[in-house]
């Protein structure tokens, strides 16, 4: 069969798995293309923004991936770290120190009130944008799951538990899991961020460099190229033989047998190249699955008008 009719073939299964699912879904659930009749333009807006911003500054890329995460990590996906609760709000919390890519969020969110106001959450405009950001480093396209509303709530306090880089693996763990996240999840998630700005790598280096020691194999690094900027890299193996720093958080996903397991089936994929697990697809599905954190939706929460506060 041609590769377009294979594709095909593959788009009319998915059509018939999605249209079956319709039915299945209970309510209160996200929904791939949620804006696909109330406003069409919504993911492309966001695409086309985000790529603008990455033409700009590659930097971006990771900035808005990493919002994603610590979005949802404090009362769930729901756009609360877009929030300016001033010295008060989550914000301010010591583990989002460092966090960017804000202006991006809003100004795509001013496009969307002038395509369509009231519809699209900032939740959801984090989520789109992260996957658009994760595709732009050559990381794997998926379909995101939208219909997420936003919260009303930012308070510093909240964002205190926050997964730190001086947790111990246990902790990591248990924080993830706390977030109905996976160990396998831990590790994929760790390994799709990267540090692209020199500067911060040369501060944090010294306090955070380290190796994996356990099974004496020191080509063990997280599957990513830490050395110049985010990217998802077909070389995976050569960076990790590099062995650029890692931060500590990363290093202690060796401490444990599980993770280290989990960490090594990426590794050994990667050096036989056809059995075991796929990095890139696992980690969309990662993606997908913190992407559902605590969400809002229905009649929960709100659909802010700005980013910056709530209505
Ligand atoms: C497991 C616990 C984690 C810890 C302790 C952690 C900690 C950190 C720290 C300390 C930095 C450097 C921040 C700075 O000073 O700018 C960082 C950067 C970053 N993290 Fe994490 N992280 C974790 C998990 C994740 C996850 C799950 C993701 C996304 C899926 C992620 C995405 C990123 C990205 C993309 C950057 C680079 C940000 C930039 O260049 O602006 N991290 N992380
Ligand atoms: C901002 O912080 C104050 C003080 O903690 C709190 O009372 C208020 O509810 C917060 N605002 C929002 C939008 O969460």
Redesign the pocket.
């Known amino acids: 069969m041609p590769v377009s009719n294979k594709l095909k073939a593959f788009a009319a299964a998915l059509f018939i798995v999605q249209a079956f699912s319709v039915f299945g879904v209970p309510r209160g659930q996200l929904q791939v293309g949620f804006y696909s009749q109330t406003c069409p333009a919504a993911e492309s807006i966001v695409r086309i923004a985000v790529q603008n911003a990455f033409s700009n500054d590659q930097?971006i890329a990771?900035?808005l991936?990493?919002l994603f995460?610590h979005d949802c990590f404090v009362e769930g996906c729901d756009g609360s770290i877009l929030l300016d609760n001033g010295s008060d709000g989550e914000r301010s919390a010591r583990g989002n120190?460092?966090l960017?890519g804000f202006e991006v969020i809003e100004n795509v969110k001013t496009q969307l009130e002038a395509t369509c106001p009231g519809l699209v959450s900032c939740a959801d405009i984090v989520a789109l944008a992260a996957r658009d950001a994760v595709v732009l480093s050559d990381g794997p396209p998926y379909e995101v799951p939208t219909g997420r509303r936003d919260g009303r709530v930012s308070s510093i306090s909240l964002a205190a538990n926050l997964?730190?880089?001086d947790?111990s693996i246990e902790l990591?763990k248990s924080k993830f899991r706390e977030k109905g996240l996976t160990d396998h999840d831990?590790v994929l998630?760790?390994g799709?961020?990267?540090?692209?700005?020199p500067a911060?790598n040369s501060q944090?280096l010294p306090q955070l460099q380290a190796k994996c020691p356990s099974n004496g194999d020191v080509d063990v690094r997280l599957p990513l190229d830490w050395t110049s900027e985010?990217k998802f890299d077909d070389q995976i193996f050569r960076n990790i033989k590099n062995g650029f720093a890692v931060?500590a958080?990363d290093a202690r996903l060796c401490d444990d047998k599980n993770t280290n397991k989990i960490l090594d089936s990426y590794i050994s994929f990667a050096r036989s190249s056809n059995i075991g697990p796929s990095f890139k697809a696992d980690f969309a599905e990662a993606m997908v699955r913190m992407g559902n954190i605590g969400v809002k939706t229905g009649s929960e929460g709100e659909i802010r008008q700005v980013c910056i506060s709530i209505n």
């Open positions: 930097q990771a900035r991936l990493r995460f120190a460092g960017a997964p730190d880089v947790d990591l831990l998630l760790s799709g961020k990267g540090d692209s700005d911060i944090l985010f931060i958080s």
